[in-house]
């Protein structure tokens, strides 16, 4: 099983980002998806979540900034950033699980750093 990421990088304050995450070994239409962000000298938190069905979620400070979205022919969630702040500079984690099976994987993570 295999999660990229890509798409992170520097970016200016009100500038925009999509991250991808690609992933391989997986029935990926059956996971439920997310983007975790971990920044420097804080705790991972949960960004935003697609389930299997197309239900999402979002941390407060994303909404209406961040859109996550999956296409299942192409085995890839997204996440775009826009009006990008300060404080999402982080790692961003891909996540796929299925939680009735305590199935349960990570990426590796890409970097997006925001310059005030």
């Known amino acids: 099983v295999q999660l990229v990421e890509s798409g992170g990088g520097l970016v200016q304050a009100g500038g925009s980002l999509r991250l991808s995450c690609a992933a391989s070994g997986i029935v990926f239409r059956l996971y439920d998806l997310a983007w975790y962000r971990q920044g420097p000298g804080k705790q991972r938190e949960l960004v935003a979540g697609?389930?299997?069905?197309?239900?999402?979620n979002y941390l407060g400070s994303v909404k209406g900034r961040f859109t996550i979205s999956r296409d299942n022919a192409k085995n890839t969630v997204y996440l775009q950033m826009n009006s990008l702040k300060f404080e999402d500079t982080a790692v961003y984690y891909c996540?796929?699980?299925?939680?009735?099976?305590?199935?349960?994987?990570w990426g590796e993570g890409t970097l997006v750093t925001v310059s005030s």
């Open positions: 996540n796929a699980k299925i939680d009735r099976f305590a199935v349960d994987y």
């Open positions: 697609i389930t299997e069905d197309g239900l999402t």
